[in-house]
């Protein structure tokens, strides 16, 4: 690996080489300080324009008719199904390899998660897979695509399968904030689309979720279930306080600090998405020699990623360990995450549920067990995305079982 440019790591100052660069971390300026203070001084705390504006200049970024503020995506996501009465004796096909709120959704309805493996290639849920699974395990009321780390799913495909169901498509859009499939941007692409602002994401709102859709009766719905089903908001009460209920519903509302904090940083994510594109590209030429790695693509056929990170998956014969290479990039200061821990059947709530078992689902298990998160987020400069690369590739030949 000698012959590496990224040799020119020996020649970095100390400081520099040991200066932390976190997986992720939120970009709060002034502007957002701002936003902040002047809800705090307003008074109104929900239930006011901030939201509103937010919701507004989210749709138009997405290119949908509506998008509801939600407390968090796993709210939205819940909210989706709920509202479409999805419930008891409903089967949802989800990818094996997500986070575990898709599932978890699809769990707090009282549906049954049908997992489907993932394509070995991407990371997303196979298509071949849910069309088998749709003919030996359906009817399914819903199928939930989650756009791995960024990167559309094949919604063409995904779409044909959903439609022979009779089934609606909830897009997990976590890590997709202006990922596009076929031009049109993720959120938009069925039904429904539920996005999270956590700290680490694309942009943040602190905790915070906005679910996008083209479907008026459904965005009604779920504007007025995350607020316990009242029949009338706030501005529409006749006398203050009076209201009846006609539905059941939760609290799953959006703060207005929140929506300042997530309206500010839509206003920059044309920039962070530049110095994500930067990074990623630094990072995907600088490590994709290396032996028998796996690096998933940052587009495929119609799908442009939103490069929520760039993942390095290990060979599956184990002979690179995670952890060693894992604790060498931390002892230079280098912070990675895993998506996901493991293959989400395989978590003990859903294994012992469902008696799923290791070898079930082999390709989100290949993940589950080999993938690393390397970060590309706004707050990694130029110099510290050469950096990553140098002390991944020092790293990875560490980690090498020889
Ligand atoms: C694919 C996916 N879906 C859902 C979630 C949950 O998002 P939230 O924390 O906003 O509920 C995450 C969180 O990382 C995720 O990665």
């Excluded at 709920?82 to 008891?88: A, H, N, R």
């Excluded at 990039?329 to 859903?350: C, E, R």
């Amino acid at each position: 690996m000698s012959d590496t440019p990224y040799d020119k790591r020996d020649a970095l100052d100390m400081n520099e080489s040991l200066k932390p660069i976190p997986f992720g971390k939120p970009q709060l300026d002034q502007s957002t300080f701002d936003g902040v203070q002047a809800v705090l001084e307003s008074g109104v705390l929900v239930h006011g324009k901030v939201t509103e504006a937010f919701e507004n200049a989210f749709a138009e970024r997405i290119g949908t008719a509506h998008a509801v503020a939600v407390s968090s995506c796993t709210a939205g996501l819940h909210l989706t199904l709920f509202v479409k009465q999805v419930g008891p004796g409903d089967k949802v096909a989800v990818p094996a390899m997500t986070h575990v709120a898709t599932a978890h959704a699809v769990e707090l309805v009282g549906a049954q998660p049908v997992f489907i493996d993932i394509d070995p290639a991407t990371g997303n849920m196979d298509p071949a897979l849910l069309a088998e699974a749709a003919r030996s395990k359906g009817p399914l009321s819903a199928v939930m695509p989650v756009h791995y780390l960024g990167l559309p799913c094949d919604m063409t495909a995904i779409a044909e399968i959903a439609r022979d169901q009779n089934a609606f498509i909830l897009e997990d859009c976590a890590l997709a904030v202006d990922a596009t499939y076929d031009g049109r941007k993720a959120g938009g692409l069925g039904l429904a689309g539920a996005f999270s602002f956590y700290p680490v994401k694309h942009m943040t709102s602190i905790e915070g979720g906005m679910v996008t859709t083209n479907d008026d009766t459904l965005a009604q719905a779920i504007r007025k279930c995350r607020a316990f089903s009242y029949n009338r908001s706030l501005g529409e009460r006749v006398r203050p306080g009076i209201y009846d209920v006609d539905a059941l519903g939760y609290n799953y509302r959006m703060s207005e600090v929140e929506a300042a904090v997530g309206l500010s940083q839509l206003g920059r994510l044309d920039d962070f998405q530049q110095i994500r594109s930067r990074n990623d590209a630094i990072l995907r030429q600088g490590l994709s020699d290396l032996p028998n790695i796996t690096i998933f693509p940052d587009r495929a056929g119609k799908a442009v990623s939103s490069l929520y990170c760039l993942n390095i998956v290990l060979p599956k014969d184990g002979s690179v360990e995670r952890d060693v290479l894992v604790d060498d990039l931390k002892a230079n200061g280098i912070g990675t995450s895993v998506h996901y821990p493991s293959a989400v059947p395989l978590f003990t709530y859903y294994k012992d549920k469902y008696g799923y078992r290791a070898g079930d689902f082999p390709n989100a298990e290949w993940l589950g067990q080999q993938t690393i998160s390397l970060p590309v987020a706004p707050h990694v400069s130029e110099e510290d995305a050469h950096r990553i690369v140098a002390c991944v590739r020092s790293g990875y030949e560490k980690a090498r079982k020889r």
